[in-house]
């Protein structure tokens, strides 16, 4: 039996003139591990919402939904809340109470099981996930990663039989993504529940779909297995095959990738591809193995830095370890500088240090030569240094995208003040900013209703009104789209340009290896190493691009699919 | 180290607040407000040297605030039944203006009229005179009446008569105008109202009528001359008397804690002879007494009143025999209506700290009623 | 190792009322020595040695000094008189005493409040007082979660602001006043909004449908009934002997105390029982203590259960131990880390 089917398919809003998601024809088997993917704004969260009538929105909808043959919208509230779960985006938000025993009980006490049941069922959920150690833990000690975890055991705890998860792994470091997929991939293999997920990280979900579905402006456009969907775009020529995993890219652009057929020897993961590759050459060596010159970026000249860190130690508190153990950097002017590593490593630590909201207790830092502590924060924050924090929202302050922009610079009326010195009109600043951030179509918008991807563009917007020659980000791509994080990089290119220095912190290796100009490995509080990034990771084993991994034992230099791309053309020819 | 240095700092803060505050007042009037505090502010209506009682009698707060704390008598004329009464009062103890009914009512023959002449030792005659004043007067005034008869008299006392106990005290002495020949004209001093008093009159030696002291509790002394001038005697030493001799009828509602602490005979401390110097007050005369003494006295000073309060003498505190319970006190024969610091007291006084169970009715105050 | 602490949250909640109310109504002099002894010994277990030391000492001498200094300003009455102040009330030796009392007093209720925070946890008081209406034992939780998040995000976006040039704690107060009402404004929508968040997901997981059960980790044994059994004994012979006027005592105006000269059998009895309850805690981690020991001693060579093991009994019989066994130290070292990096 089919646990879920959809037929023609159609919601409008209510005040839209178009349905947001339309003629939508979809089967999903009993025990498979469904993958649905898209841009941002496509309708993947509206159409996943709508198998959980709790969470539908409110609309027109046409055409039908059934759950195991049953009307969707016929399930009586508790089977619903029973047999489907759903776990959302935001970790934090998910959490109710504030004990991790509690919230592993609240979905089994909402269903009215007595306590011997619910002990049961908690206590099993709990070893079966591993969290056992921390059922007596509150949940403000747990990490991102682990709260989401604690999401999913809550949902699980309910042994529901369909699980739905919504971009879950997108505010996650990728150690965290990995743990949680692999949770989620090991609840479908042992136990047979039904997954339906959306992800923009492809690589690690890709090979473990039986069935992909591919959505762009509110249909669909591509379903089948994750080879037949690959193929079925790269036939489309659709940019929604940037998504698609390295060696499925790489693969399409040495083989053409020109037929339904391919879709049987498309390689998906890292292993694949890397037979594949040999398998590719015969087993010899190619002939070369450094990426064109063409592709090689030219190397930044070593000006006068603009920020030196040296010899710098921080902590927290007096009682608590270093954090930043002897910190020796250089930042030169209108570079984009890339910080990686791991959690806990130092690396969000060192940016407050840069901006001087945290002070080392040794060492120094200085900006232009003058040192960052002996500036006031107007000095430091009014046309030197510019923050984009982690979440854009903690700087949205007005209920429209105009007004906000507005607000930073001191509101609407024209005139100078402490946050506006400069002699344009404030009407071009502001709408010159907003084409440059490509959110001049949002003006009139809330900025809560904007999508991740606009909600950054916004913030960065409001950062950059204060015309910063500095510009630290933290996590800039964090749950952003492959489409987002292109834009994002266009707009960085630009600044760039307009002489901005870029200094930011990321786990996302892939946007680093593309669009970096140096990237530094930051571990247990030090900077390990810093290089360019063809340099950087392709002398890392372990922390570089799935591209890096899959061509190193043949190419040298390779950190991106189009890398590979070229040195198996420039071998091919 | 920060944190304890920090609450230690708290600590030490609150120590001073504390300190400021005990060593000036009682916090708890500073909020409730200075309602009696008025003697010096609040509208004045001067008054001529003599006024004709109004209608409804009262004369107000503002005419009393222009003679207050002044050495000047004013004096208020008033007709009743025939009599013509006047009362004259001195602006010098008067602390706290409050407004007094004056009218009276003029009693020349009652039943009780007759039951209080045979009680004062039989005397030939009297007059009644029921005033109607309740809350206390605002110093010791005097009261003149015409009679409008001519009586063979020369000694009288002015009395209050206890219908219950069937007995009468003696408020002041009587004194006759010798100047005036076509009738009796007396004048003696009015220490409380609200209820009927009787002047007794007779002729000195066998006909002279007399009484108990009603002025001072238990023992008896002689009424002071003081009574008759608002300069005092003369003398530096005035009369101190602590007494507690309600509580003995009312040992039912006494704090049993408190029982050793109540003398057999009602006396804390004996009518006392104490020297003071110039500017003394009412309580420092008590304080001195209490320390010389070794008796215990816990008083605060209570800004709102502008004067000390007593809190308990020889551990009998207010409220220990019942809620109506207190130290109140009395000079010559008058409550003031005025805290003990604001008197200041002057040769001859004689000075009666009592303990009253019931807002002042048992010891001969019924301002409060 | 407070032993007491994995008692039924009944017998906890019991025992610091009793002592608490007791402490507060009763000011008998032998009682009060008794309970500050048990509260100040109490503490070294709740606390641990050198927090106890520093908190009894530190703050609590400050306090009881306080009171001993205070009282003999306000209050005036005692036959012992030793002085003068300068406005001419007396010093009385029963106001110093009376004073050193309320400070004991004080002093006492503190330390005990100080170890019930220990060991009332929220998820004790929730089960606690969630038992009588269910639907407040979730509302504590939310509230006890939304608490720490509310503060966390409030200082993410005052940082978030001071990097914008937007800092409450420079400039001058209009500045500052301005800053902090932008910052209270973009908490409060942030809040909102990521509410409608929480509303999802706990509809999603049932919220709202009827019958809704409150789940417990706790469960009432043998050795509560035993504990609860005894204390009850020992708390119920002290209220007798109290009403029979054995805790009798009189500070004003001069010092009188019941059942010290001569001591009765009735006072003997309420001030043995009185004390035994004071210190039920301690002798429960005495005996708790002593037991481990003798344990250990002949577990040399059995063989222990897996911590898989353990853990899976523990959630099920719920006989749960503090927090502190359960993570290992390098769990410990790492959770100042994690409380960092979330």
């Known amino acids: 039996m089919d646990m879920i089917t959809v037929e023609q398919f159609n919601f409008a809003y209510p005040e839209a003139s178009k349905p947001t998601i339309s003629d939508i024809n979809l089967t999903i088997k009993e025990g498979s591990f469904n993958v649905l993917c898209g841009k941002s704004g496509c309708g993947k969260t509206t159409l996943l919402r709508q198998f959980k009538t709790v969470l539908a929105p409110h609309g027109k909808t046409t055409g039908s939904i059934k759950y195991k043959d049953q009307p969707i919208g016929e399930l009586d509230h508790r089977t619903q809340a029973e047999a489907i779960g759903y776990v959302l985006q935001n970790p934090d938000n998910q959490i109710v109470t504030d004990k991790v025993w509690h919230e592993l009980a609240f979905g089994l006490e909402s269903l009215g099981f007595d306590n011997a049941t619910i002990r049961l069922r908690v206590a099993e959920m709990a070893s079966y996930f591993g969290i056992q150690a921390w059922f007596y833990r509150d949940v403000a000690e747990l990490s991102g990663g682990q709260k989401q975890l604690l999401n999913l055991a809550s949902v699980m705890a309910m042994h529901p039989e369909v699980l739905i998860l919504d971009e879950p792994t997108s505010q996650l470091d990728p150690i965290a993504a990995s743990d949680f997929l692999e949770t989620v991939k090991k609840i479908n293999r042992d136990l047979g529940t039904t997954i339906i997920m959306t992800e923009h990280r492809l690589e690690d979900i890709f090979p473990a779909a039986d069935q992909v579905i591919v959505m762009d402006a509110g249909k669909i456009i591509a379903i089948g297995n994750p080879r037949e969907v690959g193929v079925r775009l790269n036939l489309d020529h659709h940019d929604m095959f940037e998504a698609m995993p390295a060696p499925m890219k790489i693969f399409a652009g040495v083989d053409g990738m020109n037929s339904e057929s391919a879709a049987d020897i498309c390689p998906l993961t890292v292993r694949e591809g890397r037979q594949w590759l040999t398998g590719h050459y015969a087993g010899q060596k190619p002939q070369y193995v450094k990426v064109s010159a063409a592709r090689q970026k030219p190397p930044v000249e070593h000006k006068t830095p603009i920020i030196t860190v040296k010899d710098v130690w921080f902590r927290y508190d007096k009682s608590l370890p270093d954090v930043v153990r002897d910190l020796s950097l250089n930042i030169y002017p209108g570079e984009i500088f890339a910080i990686v590593g791991g959690n806990g490593t130092g690396k969000t630590t060192t940016l407050s240090l840069i901006s001087g909201v945290n002070k080392p207790y040794r060492g120094k830092i200085n900006i232009d030569g003058k040192p960052v502590g002996r500036m006031s924060g107007i000095e430091r924050f009014r046309g030197l240094i510019g923050v984009l924090p982690q979440n854009p929202q903690s700087l949205f302050v007005k209920k429209t995208v105009e007004l906000d922009l507005y607000e930073v610079i001191g509101g609407t009326k024209e005139r100078k003040s402490d946050e506006y010195q400069k002699d344009m009109p404030k009407k071009t600043a502001v709408a010159g900013m907003a084409k440059l951030m490509h959110i001049d179509h949002l003006m009139d918008r809330h900025p809560y209703d904007l999508s991740g991807g606009e909600q950054q563009r916004l913030a960065l917007a409001k950062i950059m009104l204060l015309n910063p020659r500095i510009l630290l980000m933290d996590e800039p791509t964090k749950g952003l789209d492959n489409h987002f994080k292109k834009e994002l990089a266009g707009i960085l290119y630009k600044l760039k340009q307009h002489g901005v220095t870029i200094i930011m912190v990321s786990h996302d290796v892939e946007f680093c290896a593309d669009y970096a100009d140096r990237c530094g490995l930051f571990f247990e509080g030090n900077l390990v190493t810093e290089n360019t990034p063809r340099a950087f990771f392709a002398d890392n084993s372990f922390y570089t691009t799935s591209a890096n991994r899959l061509s190193r034992h043949l190419f040298d230099d390779a950190i991106t699919a189009d890398d590979v791309i070229d040195c198996c053309l420039q071998n091919d020819r | 180290m920060k944190k304890v240095l920090r609450s230690l700092l708290l600590c030490l803060t609150l120590v001073v607040v504390l300190g400021v505050v005990t060593a000036c007042s009682d916090p708890l009037s500073m909020l409730t407000g200075a309602n009696n505090a008025n003697a010096n502010n609040g509208e004045v209506i001067e008054l001529a040297d003599n006024t004709e009682i109004p209608e409804d009698g009262v004369i107000k707060a503002a005419q009393f605030r222009s003679i207050a704390g002044k050495d000047r008598t004013v004096t208020f004329t008033g007709k009743s039944n025939g009599v013509e009464y006047i009362w004259s009062f001195n602006g010098k103890n008067i602390k706290n203006p409050q407004d007094q009914n004056l009218k009276i009512d003029v009693v020349t023959a009652s039943e009780d009229l007759n039951k209080v002449k045979t009680l004062a030792n039989s005397a030939p005659e009297g007059i009644g005179v029921t005033i109607k004043q309740t809350s206390g007067f605002v110093t010791v005034p005097r009261l003149t009446l015409k009679t409008g008869k001519k009586w063979d008299v020369n000694a009288g006392i002015f009395l209050k008569y206890i219908k219950k106990d069937n007995k009468v005290t003696k408020i002041s002495t009587v004194t006759f105008d010798k100047q005036v020949q076509d009738q009796t004209v007396m004048t003696f001093n009015v220490t409380q109202g609200g209820d009927t008093y009787y002047a007794v009159c007779g002729k000195s030696g066998s006909s002279e009528p007399t009484a108990q002291d009603g002025n001072t509790t238990g023992g008896s002394s002689s009424s002071s001359t003081s009574e008759s001038s608002s300069n005092g005697d003369g003398s530096n030493t005035v009369t101190i008397s602590i007494s507690c001799a309600t509580v003995l009828n009312n040992m039912d509602k006494l704090n049993n804690s408190k029982k050793e602490f109540i003398p057999a005979d009602g006396w804390i401390l004996q009518p006392t002879q104490v020297t003071f110097t110039e500017g003394q007050n009412i309580h420092d005369i008590l304080q001195k007494v209490c320390q010389e003494k070794g008796i215990q006295m816990d008083s605060e000073f209570t800004p709102a009143y502008n004067s000390a309060y007593v809190r308990g003498i020889n551990q009998l505190y207010e409220y220990d025999c019942g809620d109506l319970s207190g130290w109140m006190f009395k000079v010559n024969g008058w409550f003031p209506n005025y805290g003990a610091s604001q008197y200041n007291v002057k040769g001859g006084d004689v000075i009666d700290w009592v303990y009253t169970c019931d807002l002042g009715k048992d010891v001969g105050d019924n301002s409060q009623y | ?342």
């Open chain 3, 1 to 342: 190792m407070d032993q007491f602490s994995t008692y039924h949250p009944a017998i906890n909640f019991f025992y610091f009322a009793g002592v608490i109310l007791m402490a507060m109504f009763f000011n008998h002099p032998v009682m009060m020595a008794e309970a500050l002894f048990a509260a100040v010994l109490y503490s070294f277990f709740t606390l641990g040695t050198e927090k106890a030391l520093r908190f009894n000492l530190l703050a609590m001498v400050p306090i009881l000094l306080i009171a001993v200094l205070f009282n003999p300003m306000f209050n005036h009455y005692g036959v012992h008189i030793l002085g003068y102040f300068p406005n001419g009330n007396p010093i009385t030796l029963e106001s110093i005493i009376y004073g050193f009392v309320m400070g004991v007093m004080l002093v006492t209720v503190i330390i005990w409040f100080s170890s019930y925070n220990k060991v009332m946890t929220s998820d004790k008081f929730v089960y606690l007082f969630g038992r009588m209406i269910p639907a407040l034992s979730l509302i504590l939780s939310m509230v006890l979660r939304f608490v720490p998040r509310f503060k966390k995000q409030l200082e993410v976006i005052s940082n978030g602001q001071k990097c914008i040039g937007r800092d409450v704690s420079s400039g001058n107060l209009i500045e500052r006043a301005k800053h902090g009402v932008r910052i209270i404004s973009i908490m409060i929508t942030w809040a909102l909004e990521n509410a409608i968040e929480t509303a999802d997901s706990m509809r999603a997981r049932g919220y709202g449908l009827k019958g809704r059960t409150a789940f417990s980790i706790f469960r009432f044994d043998n050795r509560d009934a035993i504990a609860a059994i005894l204390m009850g004994l020992a708390f119920g012979i002290t209220c007798i002997g109290l009403a029979l006027g054995a805790g009798a005592v009189q500070y004003n105006p001069y010092f009188k105390a019941a059942g010290i000269n001569p001591v009765t059998p009735l006072s003997l009895l309420t001030f043995i029982c009185y004390f035994l309850f004071c210190l039920s805690p301690v002798i429960i981690d005495i005996m708790g203590d002593y037991r481990w020991r003798r344990l250990r001693n002949s577990q040399e060579t059995g063989i222990s259960m897996t911590g898989a093991d353990e853990s899976l009994r523990n959630a099920m019989f719920g006989t749960p131990t503090s927090d502190e066994n359960n993570i290992t130290d390098a769990e410990r070292m790492s959770k100042g880390k994690i409380k960092l990096w979330t």
